[in-house]
């Protein structure tokens, strides 16, 4: 059946224009290659090199003329005198009237070796610039429902077109390829599987017109996406074109090129390569650019972030003058430009003391503070942000706590527990919770500035981590004499905690054991004052600690003692003055 096929293929060709032939005798002879049983590696490497061939031929049918040139003809001469011969060695491996398999291996592997030299010329002949272009076409777009085949016919179309030589028909290639690959994934699949295909991509990277250089950025940059394509496209050298772009290239193209390597540095292993070839040099260039953009500036700060987790990439950084220039974006308008910068100012300080010192005194601690003003215009993403910031960079240096202080970065935390957004809140929470860890000063200048009312209305949140911070908090701030004595002179502090530690009632829903246990040391550090404990004795709530003591729970069974204790004293008292 096979060989009928194959037959009749070349008797209606018979008569036809070569090139046209040539295109006709493929697909049957491609056809009729499945129907083979032996040298099944042989044949499928022949039916890729038939394909490729086909696209090429199609491409010169459908998009140029090239009338009489002598070049062309004997080329496809050629075409169809090895064609012709692959068919005859076909018909014997069907029907197995080969006379010896050697022989016929051998046989194949000079048909391989034949096509792929026309492979090789038909490259030659389009880089050449030989054949004119005509009006014709694109092959149209295959529907969703499409074939394999019909896909992959489609994808060696765009590439003949890529290697043709007018810019013109490379970019309305790309252009398509960029539509399909974004609709279908099989596409980015079958494209891989087509010598050479990604290397054109990758070397129009370099390619002097805008639009093609543009093209070519945005198709690689949706490849760069899938995880099988990453290995591709950096074993065909794809680092340093992009790196080239982001020198040179438009807006557009620096934007696709640093989200490839946004995406290719997320393996830290490519961080030497980006470094290499200039790559860190080029990034820092386009943040220090005030005409780059915000989104552009954005993208170089994500990857410039991906890159300082090699220790010796970070130091260059620093010695390029990173950190000015980073906290110089943090000043700026643009949105996405702070939270970016911000971002990469945490990575770089990351566990580093001699960052977090650099940073403080290139004065980023007032910068960090200014973000925070509730008078200022930044946004509450940006402001969540900086505070983040400060508490990882400020963490452990001993004289940024009176820089923040100074800057008022108190004010702003308690301002934010008041009226700030959900989310604010519970950054500023944290906050507040960092800060009464730092000193005793500290938690003596919070008392001072009215954190302890606001700190109260946080423990009958309905965010259970809320809770636990606020209670921790006043459990640290509580330690402070006077801190105590502001506590207890609001007569609801003290009956609030004791209804909280209800074991069946709300209260015990809302405790979780170490809350419990933090609301129990608060009750202990006020227990020292004599106002203190005269409210919990006459509290409707007093039974809520008994319970808790006749469980067993230490802590309570320590207050209920100390109470019992202080009422024999006041019963003895009693007695010796009557």
Not at 32 to 57: A, E, G, Y
Not at 173 to 197: G, M, P, T, W
Not at 516 to 527: D, P, Q
Request: charged share 25%; with cysteine; net charge neutral.
């Amino acid at each position: 059946m096979g060989e009928e096929q194959g037959q009749k293929s070349v008797q209606s060709s018979a008569g036809k224009p070569r090139l046209q032939q040539a295109i006709e005798f493929i697909s049957p002879l491609i056809s009729l290659s499945h129907s083979i049983k032996v040298f099944p590696v042989k044949w499928q490497s022949i039916r890729n090199k038939l394909d490729d061939i086909l696209s090429n031929l199609t491409a010169i049918d459908q998009n140029c003329n090239f009338n009489d040139n002598e070049s062309i003809s004997n080329t496809v001469d050629a075409i169809l005198a090895t064609l012709k011969n692959c068919n005859e060695l076909a018909r014997r491996c069907v029907d197995f009237s080969y006379t010896g398999k050697l022989l016929m291996k051998s046989d194949l592997d000079i048909a391989c070796t034949k096509l792929d030299s026309h492979i090789k010329t038909l490259s030659e002949i389009y880089t050449l610039g030989l054949l004119a272009h005509s009006n014709a076409l694109v092959v149209p777009k295959p529907g969703l429902l499409a074939s394999r085949d019909d896909v992959r016919f489609y994808i060696n179309d765009l590439f003949s077109r890529f290697k043709i030589g007018s810019s013109d028909m490379k970019k309305q290639a790309l252009v398509a390829f960029n539509e399909v690959i974004q609709e279908d994934d099989r596409y980015v699949k079958i494209s891989l599987e087509v010598d050479c295909f990604i290397s054109f991509l990758v070397h129009f990277l370099d390619f002097e017109e805008t639009e093609v250089q543009e093209e070519a950025a945005k198709a690689v940059c949706v490849i760069s996406g899938f995880e099988s394509c990453k290995g591709v496209l950096i074993s065909v050298g794809i680092i340093s074109p992009l790196v080239r772009v982001l020198e040179s290239g438009s807006r557009s193209s620096k934007e696709f090129a640093a989200r490839c390597l946004m995406k290719f540095t997320e393996n830290s292993n490519n961080a030497w390569s980006v470094s290499a070839h200039g790559g860190v040099t080029a990034l820092l260039k386009i943040c220090g650019n005030g005409n780059s953009g915000g989104e552009l500036v954005g993208l170089a700060c994500g990857v410039l972030k991906n890159l300082v987790g090699v220790e010796e990439i970070k130091r260059f950084m620093i010695e390029e003058g990173a950190i000015p220039l980073i906290l110089n974006l943090a000043r700026s308008k643009d949105e996405i430009t702070q939270i970016c910068s911000l971002d990469f100012l945490q990575a770089m300080a990351y566990k580093d003391e001699s960052i977090r010192e650099m940073v403080v005194k290139e004065g980023g601690i007032s910068t960090l503070v200014h973000i925070l003003d509730p008078k200022s215009s930044f946004s509450t993403k940006i402001k969540e942000v900086s505070l983040r910031g400060i508490m990882n960079i400020c963490c452990s240096l001993e004289n940024s706590l009176n820089i923040l202080i100074a800057s008022g970065f108190m004010d702003h935390i308690l301002y934010f527990l008041r009226y700030g957004e959900a989310s604010v809140q519970e950054l500023a929470l944290k906050a507040a919770f960092w800060l009464c860890g730092t000193s005793v000063e500290t938690k003596k200048l919070m008392g001072d500035v009215g954190f302890m009312p606001v700190l109260v209305k946080f423990l009958d949140s309905k965010s259970f981590e809320i809770r636990e911070m606020a209670a921790g908090v006043l459990s640290s701030m509580v330690i402070i004499p006077r801190n105590r004595k502001r506590f207890v002179q609001n007569d609801q502090n003290v009956g609030l905690i004791l209804q909280m530690l209800d074991p069946a009632g709300a209260g015990e829903a809302n405790s979780s054991k170490n809350n419990k246990r933090l609301l129990l040391s608060i009750l202990m550090s006020v227990t020292s004052c004599n106002s203190a404990r005269k409210k919990i004795m006459n509290s409707g709530y007093l039974k809520n600690i008994e319970k808790l003591a006749e469980a067993e729970v230490s802590d309570a069974k320590k207050i209920v003692r100390k109470l019992s204790a202080n009422r024999f004293r006041s019963i003895l008292s009693g007695i010796w003055h009557s």
